[in-house]
C-alpha cells in the first residue's frame, strides 16, 4: 500500500463515526479542480510513504477509541494490495469506509461481497457523456454505470457525491446526474474550494453562491431520498 498521508482522527469524514483517514498514492482521473494535487501520480514527489507496521500499531492502540479507517485518495482501487489491507484491518474490527471514483467495480463487488466494507463513497464527477472532458482521461461510463448499481444494490450504507464547479457543471449537468442516481439513498453537492488545484488557474475562482447550490438541491430533489449541501 502507498500511502502518502495519515490523519489520526476525523470526526466528519465517517457520518456518526470516529475514524482515522488513509490517504493513498494515484490517481487514474486528472480533474482540473482536484484540491489533493499531490496525491494524483503513481508516485509520490520523494517516494516515501507510511510504512503498514506504523499504521497497525497506531490501530491497535486506538482500540475503544476510534470506530474504523477511511479509506481515500487519489484512487484507492488502484492499490494493487487493497484487498489485503483493508481484511487484515477487518480483522482488527474496525469499520471501513472507501471512497472510490467507481472506475473499479469488479473490486467493489468482490470487496462487497465478502464484507470487506461497511461504508461507500462515491463521487459522481458529472453526466456520463461529459466524464472525458472532466476527469482529462478516457474513461470507461460503462464501469461507472456499473459501479453505481452495485452500491446501490449492495445493502451497505453509502453516498454519492459530486463536486460542483462554476464553470463546469450547469442546471443540466445535475439533472442527468439525478437520473444516473435515480433511486438512491444519499446524495451530496459538494461546493468547489480554491485550494491547492490541479490546474492552478482555478485558484481564481469563487464557489457557487449558496442559492445556487438549493437550486441545484430543488433539481436533483425528486429523484434522491436524502440530500445535503457540503459548502
Known sequence: MKISGFQKTSLIDYPGKIVSIIFTQGCNFRCSYCYNTGLIPSESKHNEYFPLD????YLEKRKGLIDGISITGGEPTLQSDLYVFIKDVKDMDYKIKLDTNGSNPDLLKILIDEKMIDYIAMDIKGPLQRYKEISSCNINTAKIQESIKTIMNSGIEYEFRTTVVPGIHSNEDMEDI????????????????????????????N????????????????????????N
Not at 506504523?54 to 500499531?57: C, D, G, L, N, V
Not at 461546493?191 to 482555478?202: I, K, Q, V, W
Not at 438549493?214 to 436524502?226: A, C, H, L
Open 54 to 57: 506504523y499504521i497497525f500499531y
Open 178 to 205: 439525478a437520473l444516473l442516481i435515480k433511486g438512491s439513498r444519499n446524495f451530496y453537492i459538494q461546493n468547489f474550494r480554491a485550494e491547492n488545484t490541479y490546474d492552478p488557474s482555478l485558484m481564481k475562482l
Open 207 to 230: 464557489g457557487f453562491p449558496p442559492q445556487k447550490l438549493e437550486e441545484f438541491k430543488d433539481i436533483i430533489s425528486p429523484y434522491v431520498k436524502n440530500i445535503n449541501i457540503r
